[in-house]
T-cell receptor, first 115, second 111 residues
Framework: NAGVMQNPRHLVRRRGQEARLRCSPM?????VYWYRQLPEEGLKFMVY????????ESGMPKERFSAEFPKEGPSILRIQQVVRGDSAAYFC?????????????FGPGTRLTVL | AQSVTQLDSQVPVFEEAPVELRCNYS??????LFWYVQYPNQGLQLLLK??????LVKGINGFEAEFNKSQTSFHLRKPSVHISDTAEYFC?????????FGAGTRLTVKP
């Protein structure tokens, strides 16, 4: 049973380009969470999705960031017109049920570098 | 909304010494509490969690944590650390719908 998969592991973009980060949850998991980790800081919640639905996006910046979790395929975190401040590690987690009592399993992260 | 405070950003300790990583939380509702560990260049792994029942929770790798409702704390402890315990440790709190993480404590175990 493969764990949470994220790709790419490392992504380099120039300012103004788009970044697409993919997350495949564990088999049987229908809940996906995205977090951002800035250097020397903790994890910051961004968005919580179930299949085809955004449940909580209170941590998402209002502009340039979007997320989806389609019926088929991985969850995508999309960052348009990237800026240097977007450089961070982005982690995806999945769980079998809701967050309260279900363990979140984390992927290895995507490290985004904006030049 | 809940929040988590990890009081120490860095904790250096010698091998085989005991360690306590502190975590305090605030919430207006009943919460569930978690400790995760992050090794370099990896994602987070669950160490232990408190959902209900006994306030002393035992996790993997010899770690344990005690839920103290009156002090709103969930400190992580290990009686004797190893070099391999060097990592970043995150405390997290969740209610029904979302989880919030502390800023992390970097544990460095020295020989």
């Amino acid at each position: 049973n493969a764990g949470v998969m994220q790709n790419p592991r490392h992504l380099v973009r120039r300012r103004g380009q788009e970044a697409r980060l993919r997350c495949s949850p564990m088999k049987g998991h229908s809940h996906v969470y995205w977090y951002r980790q800035l250097p020397e800081e903790g994890l910051k919640f961004m968005v919580y999705l179930q299949k085809e639905n955004i449940i909580d996006e209170s941590g998402m910046p209002k502009e340039r960031f979007s997320a989806e979790f389609p019926k088929e395929g991985p969850s995508i975190l999309r960052i348009q017109q990237v800026v240097r401040g977007d450089s961070a590690a982005y982690f995806c987690a999945s769980s079998e049920g809701g967050v309260a009592v279900n363990e979140q399993f984390f992927g290895p992260g995507t490290r985004l570098t904006v030049l | 909304a809940q929040s988590v405070t990890q009081l120490d950003s860095q904790v250096p300790v010698f091998e085989e010494a005991p360690v306590e990583l502190r975590c305090n939380y605030s919430s207006s509702v009943s919460v569930y509490l978690f400790w995760y560990v992050q090794y370099p260049n990896q994602g987070l792994q669950l160490l232990l969690k408190y959902l209900s029942g006994s306030t002393l929770v035992k996790g993997i790798n010899g770690f344990e944590a005690e839920f103290n409702k009156s002090q709103t704390s969930f400190h992580l402890r290990k009686p004797s650390v190893h070099i391999s315990d060097t990592a970043e440790y995150f405390c997290a709190v969740s209610d029904r719908n979302d989880m919030r993480f502390g800023a992390g404590t970097r544990l460095t175990v020295k020989p």
